[in-house]
């Protein structure tokens, strides 16, 4: 059994910053790509940012420049450390990963729950 779950989300007032966080426990060998989606009320779920196990980042066009994704392979976490931020980026984080169990067995796309995150203007 494998859980994800964030944390850090809140109500910020606009330019401020947040750092979400996500742990993955269970039976977990490895993670390797971890990932931030966001969906907003009425919206999809989109990418935010990705990061593979050797560090490599992605990021949407929207938030390039002001969060950074990273992530301690040890704690099987990622964080993401949000500034600058906008009424638009409110949303409900989730936090999703790659994983091998203790089994072998690969897990693509497990989700976390989801932490909300509002900005005010």
């Known amino acids: 059994q494998v859980q994800l779950a964030e944390s850090g989300g809140g109500l910020v007032q606009a330019g401020g910053s947040l750092r979400l966080s996500c742990a993955a426990s269970?039976?977990?060998?490895?993670?390797?790509?971890m990932r931030w989606y966001r969906q907003a009320p009425g919206k999809q779920r989109e990418l935010v940012a990705a990061?593979?196990?050797?560090?490599?980042?992605n990021y949407a066009d929207f938030v390039k420049g002001r969060f950074t994704i990273s992530r301690d392979n040890g704690k099987n976490a990622v964080f993401l450390q949000m500034s600058s931020l906008k009424p638009e980026d409110t949303a409900v984080y989730y936090c999703?990963?790659?994983?091998?169990?203790?089994?072998?067995?690969?897990?693509?796309?497990?989700w976390g729950q989801g932490t909300q995150v509002t900005v005010s203007s």
């Open positions: 999703n990963a790659d994983l091998v169990l203790r089994t072998g067995v690969k897990v693509f796309g497990s």
């Open positions: 269970g039976s977990i060998f490895s993670t390797n790509t």
């Open positions: 990061i593979t196990s050797g560090g490599s980042t």
